[in-house]
């Protein structure tokens, strides 16, 4: 536990240090609001994009021999599983928040609230937990990533829904187009059908620098643009915003819960189906390890680009990510030691 506690300490003080070169910059003038949405362009666009990329075209050989060993119909089957329970689960919590919110005056910041309820930092957060969590299986980040997939899926459709009430911003046209389903395609069709997947050809390993470069840009980029946003803000606010705590219980509670009774009804449903190994019991947990983490960054970044209530946004994100520091080692100890009384 006191490992698990020094972990999230750790992880969550390096994401928070990224914050203070926006910070100081903005208060000393040396950029502008308006670097907010730039920089938000080149995050959503740029860099998320490649982190998918990265995430599934790029592998030692002694990871893509561990996926080789699998084969690609249990793959299939896994991945499947995966989408699903992530999927379900991203829209339950959306509900649970439709009910809580329900009358909430405001309906722009309930929007928000909602939108850090539903969507967890799986990324920055969620992959250094799942390798502490499984000893390094590159099986178990797999499974993370398809989490990721799905939040992009969702971030980009009830997510910009949700910032901007506009159902003509969610057109199917619009999502197929968008950069980050773009690359999902892409990086599904390299991964499946490695012969293409010229980031993994002898001789070339240079390439793989470019999706590795950029997507490593991803977390502090977001929390420049925090950092950026936070000076704009008297400190005072920065606890004093009751929905703000609302939305934490929602995501850093509520959401891993009802993660973990979803992903118990699919184990359930599905032991003929998928088998019963330690990498299948990954399937499972890796989204309920995805769902217990802090909020997106994405939800200041994705306010700016919108410009829908990014003060609101970064309020939330920046009191829930704190208190995530205590939440997150407690949920994920219960979640685990619940799971090992599963028969």
């Given at each position: 536990m006191?490992?698990?506690?020094?972990?999230?300490?750790l992880?969550?003080?390096?994401?928070?240090?990224?914050?203070v070169?926006?910070?100081?910059?903005?208060?000393i003038?040396?950029v502008?609001?308006?670097?907010?949405?730039?920089?938000?362009?080149?995050?959503?666009?740029v860099?998320?994009?490649?982190?998918i990329?990265s995430?599934?075209?790029?592998?030692?050989?002694?990871?893509?021999?561990?996926?080789?060993?699998?084969?690609?119909?249990?793959?299939?089957?896994?991945?499947v599983?995966?989408a699903?329970?992530s999927?379900?689960?991203?829209?339950?919590?959306?509900?649970?928040?439709?009910?809580v919110?329900?009358?909430?005056?405001?309906?722009?910041?309930?929007?928000?609230y909602?939108?850090?309820?539903?969507?967890?930092?799986?990324g920055?957060?969620?992959?250094?937990?799942?390798?502490?969590?499984?000893?390094?299986s590159?099986?178990?980040?797999?499974?993370?990533?398809?989490?990721?997939?799905?939040f992009?899926?969702?971030?980009?459709?009830?997510?910009?829904?949700?910032?901007?009430?506009?159902?003509?911003?969610i057109?199917i046209?619009?999502?197929?187009?968008?950069?980050?389903?773009?690359?999902?395609?892409?990086?599904?069709?390299?991964?499946?059908?490695?012969?293409?997947?010229?980031?993994?050809?002898?001789?070339?390993?240079?390439?793989?620098?470019?999706?590795?470069?950029?997507?490593?840009?991803?977390?502090?980029?977001?929390?420049?643009?925090?950092?950026?946003?936070?000076?704009?803000?008297?400190?005072k606010?920065?606890f004093?915003?009751?929905?703000?705590?609302?939305?934490?219980?929602?995501?850093?509670?509520?959401?891993?819960?009802?993660?973990f009774?979803?992903?118990?009804?699919?184990r359930?449903?599905?032991?003929?189906?998928?088998?019963?190994?330690?990498?299948?019991?990954?399937?499972?947990?890796?989204?309920v390890?995805?769902?217990?983490?802090?909020?997106?960054?994405t939800?200041?970044?994705m306010?700016?680009?919108?410009q829908?209530?990014g003060?609101t946004?970064?309020?939330?994100?920046i009191?829930?990510?704190?208190l995530?520091?205590?939440?997150?080692?407690?949920?994920?100890?219960?979640?685990?030691?619940?799971?090992e009384l599963?028969?």
């Open positions: 006191s490992q698990m506690f020094i972990k999230v300490i992880a969550i003080a390096v994401l928070l240090a990224f914050i070169p926006g910070y100081i910059l903005r208060k003038n040396m502008d609001g308006g670097a907010k949405r730039a920089l938000s362009a080149i995050l959503l666009y860099c998320q994009p490649a982190l990329i995430s599934f075209c790029v592998f030692t050989d002694e990871e893509w021999l561990v996926i080789e060993q699998l084969g690609p119909v249990a793959l299939v089957k896994d991945f599983i995966a699903l329970i999927l379900i689960a991203m829209i339950a919590v959306f509900g649970v928040c439709k009910l919110f329900i009358k909430y005056k405001n309906r722009d910041r309930a929007n928000i909602s939108y850090v309820a539903v969507f967890s930092n799986c920055f957060l969620g992959v250094p937990f799942i390798e502490i969590l499984t000893d390094g590159i099986l178990a980040v797999m499974y993370l990533m398809i989490f990721n997939l799905v992009a899926l969702v971030v980009w459709t009830l997510g910009v829904w949700l910032l901007t009430g506009d159902r003509h911003n057109s046209k619009k999502v197929l187009l968008n950069p980050s389903i773009i690359s999902m395609i892409v990086a599904l069709l390299l991964f499946f059908v490695p012969q293409i997947n010229f980031f993994m050809f002898d001789g070339v390993s240079e390439l793989q620098i470019f999706p590795e470069y950029l997507s490593t840009m991803t977390a502090p980029l977001s929390m420049i643009i925090v950092g950026i946003s936070m000076a704009e803000i008297p400190l606010e920065l004093t915003d009751g929905g703000a705590y609302i939305a934490g219980a929602l995501r850093l509670i509520a959401a891993p819960v009802v993660t009774i979803i992903a118990l009804l699919f359930l449903m599905c032991a003929d189906f998928l088998g019963s190994t330690p990498q299948v019991e990954y399937v499972y947990l890796a989204p390890i995805a769902m217990a983490m802090s909020p997106a960054a939800v200041v970044a306010a700016e680009q919108y829908k209530g003060r946004a970064t309020i939330a994100f009191t829930n990510t704190l995530s520091i205590v939440t997150v080692p407690l949920i994920l100890m219960a979640v685990l030691q619940l799971w599963i028969p």
